[in-house]
């Protein structure tokens, strides 16, 4: 069996898988006996975490804890919002290699600061999607935002009205649809619901009010490359 991973032990962490095929772990809370603090580091692994390179030791971005991070089969990773600590974060950072080196894509979106978002890309676009997320002083922060530098919109009318939550797990489908799995709501309550939303139509559509897993608080998912979607939950 594969023993500890190179990087610290962390909690709040972000990561996903590169186009390149690499995994990749940025950023969290280092919260063990050895090292307290945030970081900004960013690791690659190119053998499904049997081992692990160090990308960047310290990034552009500060360091933060229940950050988003998306990534396309452009190439590009997206990193947004998080924890710094003493406040919620709303700025935008991305990537072109591999989390080597981040430009700023915003830092002041319209939308609020927020940690435990969902975060999806358009495929055949710059633009980023933003579902959700928890404030600085424990309430779900509203909407469900898409744009790219400082230009920001707020998906809205009656297609929109999907019910506020902190960590879900959203999946880009296609360029002009993602699909939104459970999270937690503002009252600690899971969530198991799974949505729809298509932005071509500039609607939103339950698929199922109850999923076969169990509510949890917290659940990420991932496109497999024969279009199934995988949602795994703790």
Do not use: K
Request: net charge neutral; aromatic share 8%; hydrophobic share 40%.
């Amino acid at each position: 069996s594969a023993g500890a991973a190179s990087w610290s032990a962390r909690c709040g962490a972000a990561g996903g898988r590169l186009s390149s095929g690499q995994a990749m772990v940025a950023g969290g809370w280092e919260c063990s006996s050895e090292a307290s603090g945030r970081v900004s580091d960013v690791w690659l692994s190119w053998d499904a975490g049997a081992s692990w390179q160090l990308a960047r030791r310290e990034s552009e971005w500060s360091g933060r804890s229940g950050h988003s991070v998306a990534t396309s089969e452009s190439g590009r990773v997206v990193l947004a919002g998080g924890f710094d600590g003493v406040r919620s974060l709303s700025d935008v950072w991305e990537s072109r290699d591999g989390g080597a080196s981040w430009s700023v894509v915003t830092r002041a979106p319209g939308w609020s600061g927020r940690s435990r978002a969902g975060v999806w890309l358009r495929s055949w676009s710059d633009e980023i999607g933003v579902v959700g997320g928890i404030t600085e002083d424990g309430d779900s922060a509203p909407g469900t935002w898409l744009g790219s530098g400082d230009i920001w919109r707020v998906l809205p009318g009656r297609g929109f009205s999907l019910p506020q939550r902190y960590a879900p797990a959203v999946v880009a489908v296609t360029n002009s649809t993602a699909a939104v799995f459970g999270g937690m709501q503002s009252d600690g309550s899971p969530l198991a619901d799974s949505w729809l939303l298509t932005l071509s139509r500039r609607s939103l559509l339950m698929q199922r009010e109850s999923c076969p897993w169990r509510s949890t608080e917290s659940c990420a998912s991932v496109m497999m490359t024969d279009g199934q979607i995988l949602v795994a939950r703790w």
